[in-house]
Every structure is written in C-alpha cells, then in structure tokens.
C-alpha cells in the first residue's frame, strides 16, 4: 500500500523557517515535491524534484527562499521554507509521481499538514 506522510508543519512568526518532511512508503517514485492550498483557494504547486535531479522547479512565488530536497535511500522529500511569509499560509501536500515531472494529475497525495506563518 502506497502512502505519503507528512510532518513538519507548525505555526512560524514572518521571517522565520520551517522544514517540512514527507515520508514515502510502498514503492519509490520519480517526482516528488509538493503542492499547497490556502482557505478559498486552489491547490498550486510550490516545488518538485526528480529522482535522478534533472527536474528541478519552484513556484515563482518560493523562488530563493524554499529549497526542496530529497533522500532516495530513504524515499524522503524535504521542503526547506525560509523567510516565510503570512501568505505562505496553507495546508501543505506531498505529492508523488511515476513520472519524472507533475502534469494535472499526479499518481500520490500525502494527508497535507498545515503550514501557519502570523505576521
């Protein structure tokens, strides 16, 4: 059985960090990253990185301050978020795929932990 679980998520004031972990079981994947959605919002993705390292991308949004990484060996993904700001707010989820890049639909998706940045 395949299952994605997240932790790391918390309460964090602006400026300060947080570091995300999602825990893959029952099958190692290509692309793993993450995705978030913000009450009234919808869902949008932040960063990916294949198993190999040749897809490597951010959101606009994150660029320079989140850094996505990942341990094969132990079929980890990590989202390291700095510099955090209030409209980083949401619930964060993990996501994995067969592929080495996410389109519309991505094969995994972990339970999400909330992710809140006060200003």
């Known amino acids: 059985q395949v299952q994605l679980v997240e932790s790391g998520g918390g309460l964090v004031q602006a400026g300060g960090s947080l570091r995300l972990s999602c825990a893959a079981s029952?099958?190692?994947?290509?692309?793993m990253g993450w995705f978030r959605q913000a009450p009234g919002k919808e869902r949008e993705f932040v960063a990916v990185?294949?198993?190999?390292?040749?897809?490597?991308n951010y959101a606009d949004s994150v660029k320079g301050r989140f850094t996505i990484s990942r341990d094969n060996a132990k079929n980890l993904v990590y989202l390291q978020m700095n510099s955090l700001k209030p409209e980083d707010t949401a619930v964060y989820y993990c996501?994995?795929?067969?592929?080495?890049?996410?389109?519309?639909?991505?094969?995994?998706w972990g339970q999400g932990t909330q992710v809140t940045v006060s200003s």
């Open positions: 990185l294949s198993r190999g390292g040749t897809t490597l």
């Open positions: 029952g099958r190692t994947f290509n692309a």
């Open positions: 996501a994995a795929d067969r592929k080495s890049f996410f389109t519309r639909t991505v094969d995994y």
